[in-house]
């Protein structure tokens, strides 16, 4: 399959070779499910590692210091530059280049517009969830939710915590929707309607999926309201074939809810 790729248009389907044939095949496309899993499963689950997270989180919460504020940033850092490596490792450091093309003015104006997306698709999802039952899922509040709204020192903190945070869960939900769209596509090369159907349910249920955590618990609720709000920020990169315009969708948006709430409670 040949994508031709002008500085104008990026419309077509994206690849991490988007100017060249696909060259990731099914064994290699395990190989970084496999990663995103891993890495899942060690920053969301009692280890040791998450065991001191948490420790920094809660002295965080009652004053904390500078050794506390550098445990809970690079947590994410090391997440993000984990699942980084990984690519590189199976595609090799310009396949993982291919992710972020280069930046355009029109790209800040893609920002706004699939701004407004995200906040009516991830809306839609949360009045959908108000009809799921509430014993589908547990309702807890991160420790860190609690940390911004102390102090706007904190708030930063927590903001550069988060812009980790989201870099990795939308590097993690583009590579799952580029490797769904390759397996997808390579079974249904006759149907393409249907595969492109096929290919945004089946990436929008796994990444919203992803989203559930010891905090974020509700596994039906959570693949309801964040993998609905998923498929625009997959338009927005289908669209840029930038991973840095989603990233900087979540975030922003993110980052004005905080900060006005807040200003609100201080």
Known sequence: MKEKVRN???????????????????????????????MYLIMNTINPITKIVNNAELNLLTGGNFI?????????????????????????????????QKFRFVD??????????????????AILIEFIPNNLGIEANSILETVQYISFGKNNIVGIYELFLVATEQLSSILIFLGVYSIVLSKLAKRPKLGVVVV????????????????????????????IGQIPLFFAYRRTRNILIPIFVVFILNRILSLLLLYLVL
């Open 8 to 38: 104008g248009n990026r419309k077509n389907w994206p690849s991490l070779f988007a100017e060249e044939p696909f060259k990731l095949d099914i064994n290699n496309w395990i190989k970084i499910f496999a990663i995103i899993w891993i």
């Open 108 to 125: 800040i104006l893609l920002v706004f517009f699939y701004s407004i997306l995200y906040i009516i698709f991830i809306g839609a999802g």
């Open 68 to 100: 506390d504020t550098t445990i809970i940033l690079l947590k994410n850092i090391l997440y993000f530059t984990i699942l980084s490596l990984g690519v590189i490792w199976v595609a090799g450091i310009e396949g993982y280049k291919k992710l972020y």
């Open 200 to 227: 945004y349910l089946v990436s929008s249920i796994i990444t919203g999926a992803l989203m559930t955590t010891p905090v974020n618990r509700g596994l039906i609720n959570n693949i309801i309201m964040y993998g």
